[in-house]
């Protein structure tokens, strides 16, 4: 069967590799879909060698069908529709006993310590498989992992109907945290400088800003009545966004850090001391947030057709992390069963 898999030094092969049947307590896959997210791009750019083994299938955002099952498996059946919550914990770590196991300090984050779904047929423990409801686009499930991402970003934020949620960056995650807090009643503002970003948000209904070329802050004054935004949400990863999120949020207001900042930056401590702001991070998911990115989906309530911009071949795979890494897409979906 082939597989996409990362070499190192930013490089990604098509190869044969041997099929191999489930083991005890694992469900084998046909992939459908994998989706490419700014992780996987980390990893292409050599930043999560020492997690990755090389070489390696990565890829962690999928649907497919079961193909077969493993010994001791119940409640899944071939030929089922299914997507994959790809975190596994031990359980018996500080956090796990404390009900956090999706922060595990032992996590197996599958797709990057063990390989992942840019492969025709993928064997996964069957803890992580998780059943797609009758109908669902194989398409738009893809897009629930990233969903359950920016459904744990809202929810973590405590955000409630009628509060003001300002969202920088207007990325894949960043355009779904708008489209969650919206559904949850927020009134949404999105800060991101690329202009279909920018479109695409505002199609979405959020109110949106050109932070080059507009002041944010005197926005974010004038929509908030000079109280400021209840929620930010730092989804950009850059140094400077960081540090100006704080000047944003109302008097006990809360700042999600939601991008992956490979290295520490600042952070404007003496407006949290002055303004009681709370600092919150926000990692994966819990189960509930996938239920929630699932019925979303089920619902209709996500456009998934305007946030995928693109499906391309297995072969092509590489030219897909380009166009992500030079923000030229929005969603790129790998299409694993087909041939370029």
């Given at each position: 069967?082939r ?6 030094h930013?490089?990604i092969e ?24 700014g992780?996987?791009l ?10 990755v ?8 955002e999928?649907?497919?069908?079961i ?21 596994v ?12 196991s999706?922060?595990c300090q032992?996590l ?5 310590e ?7 047929l ?39 109907a ?7 960056g ?6 779904l ?23 695409l ?28 935004a209840?929620?930010v ?9 960081a ?7 109302k008097?006990r ?30 990692r994966v ?6 239920e929630r ?16 911009t693109d ?12 166009a ?17």
């Open positions: 069967m597989a996409a898999q990362y070499t190192g930013g490089s098509t190869v044969e590799i041997t099929e191999a049947a489930p083991a005890a307590g694992e469900v084998r896959i046909r992939v459908a879909y994998t989706g490419i997210c992780t996987d980390h990893i292409l750019h050599g930043n999560m060698d020492h997690r083994t090389v070489p390696q299938s990565i890829g962690h999928m649907s497919g069908t193909d077969a099952i493993g010994e001791g498996v119940d409640g899944l059946t071939p030929g089922q529709a299914v997507t994959v919550m790809p975190l914990w031990c359980g018996a770590c500080p956090a796990c006993r404390a009900g956090n999706h922060i032992n197996d984050f599958v797709g990057i063990t390989p992942g779904a840019l492969q025709e993928w064997n996964v423990p069957a803890s992580v498989v998780i059943p797609l409801p009758e109908g669902v686009s194989l398409a738009h499930a893809a897009l629930v992992e990233p969903l359950a991402v920016a459904a744990h970003d809202v929810r973590r934020a405590r955000l409630v009628g509060e003001t949620a300002l969202v920088i207007g990325g894949p995650i960043g355009q945290i708008a489209v969650v807090a919206a559904r949850t009643g927020a009134k949404v503002i999105v800060a991101e400088p690329n202009a279909d970003r920018r479109a948000a505002a199609a979405n209904g959020a109110h949106v800003v050109d932070p080059i070329s507009e002041n944010l802050g005197d926005i974010v004054q004038e929509l908030t009545a000079g109280a400021g209840d929620v949400f730092e989804v950009a990863g850059i140094a400077a966004t540090l100006d999120a704080t000047a944003h949020a008097v207001g809360r700042l999600v850090m939601v991008a992956i900042h490979p290295k520490p930056v600042l952070i404007d401590l003496q407006r949290v001391f002055w303004r009681e702001l709370e600092i919150l991070g926000a998911y819990e189960r509930e947030d996938f990115a699932i019925s979303l989906i089920a619902a209709g309530e996500i456009p998934a057709d305007t946030l995928i499906i391309v071949p297995l072969d092509a795979t590489l030219q897909a992390f380009e992500l890494g030079n923000a030229q897409a929005m969603k790129v979906l790998v299409d694993v069963q087909a041939r370029g």
